[in-house]
């Protein structure tokens, strides 16, 4: 298994369906639950492990999830809302490091529930023609709302790997 990619990469039909919308909304909905079992009950100690060397600790790992599923909702409601919109990058290292990503994780984990509270409830309306709406990222380029709701499936899944990789360690 590479480390870096515990669940494998991102892979998303060429074909999206409806069905699959509502699978990666099923996972989005349970995340902060799984998130919680994982990451509740830690010490200062537990949450500054890491992955693998050089990697980000769990507590940053917890917050970077909020910060990156915040900007890919802010995606996916301008590729619903305004035609086909070009979206800044957000530099996750120094996102990372910012004093915030110092507080305790519960915060991060609010933010989580809402955020995916909204996008579990923005994707269950969407219609096959919304699916091929898109945004343009301004370093991945074209991006459709079917590929971003798979990512923010995926992204957190992804994450949790990792923070469950470190606490095994």
């Known amino acids: 298994m590479d480390v870096r990619f515990p669940i494998g990469k991102l892979h998303v ?3 999206v369906t409806l069905e699959n919308i509502q699978e990666w909304l099923g ?5 902060t639950t799984r998130l919680r079992e994982a990451v509740d009950s830690l010490k200062d100690e537990e949450l500054s492990k890491t992955y693998r060397e ?22 996916l409601k301008l590729a619903l ?6 979206v ?9 490091i910012e004093p915030d990503t ?4 519960e915060s991060s984990i609010k933010m989580l529930e809402g955020i995916n509270e909204r996008i579990v409830a923005l994707g269950k309306s969407l ?12 370093i991945n380029g074209e991006v459709s709302v079917a590929k971003k709701i798979a990512k923010l499936a ?8 990792h923070i469950n990789n470190a606490l095994a360690k």
Do not use: C
Not at 88 to 96: C, I
Not at 154 to 161: D, G, I, M, Q, T
């Open 13 to 15: 039909p060429e074909n």
């Open 27 to 31: 996972e989005i909905e349970t995340y």
């Open 54 to 75: 050089g990697s980000w600790t769990v507590r940053q790992l917890v917050h970077h999830i909020a910060d990156s599923q915040l900007n890919m909702y802010q995606r």
């Open 81 to 86: 809302t305004d035609d086909n919109p070009t």
């Open 88 to 96: 800044p990058d957000f530099n996750q290292d120094k996102w990372a």
């Open 102 to 105: 110092e507080l305790p994780v």
């Open 127 to 138: 219609t096959e023609e919304q699916l091929d709406r898109t945004f343009i990222h301004a």
């Open 154 to 161: 995926w992204h957190e899944n992804h994450h949790l790997a």
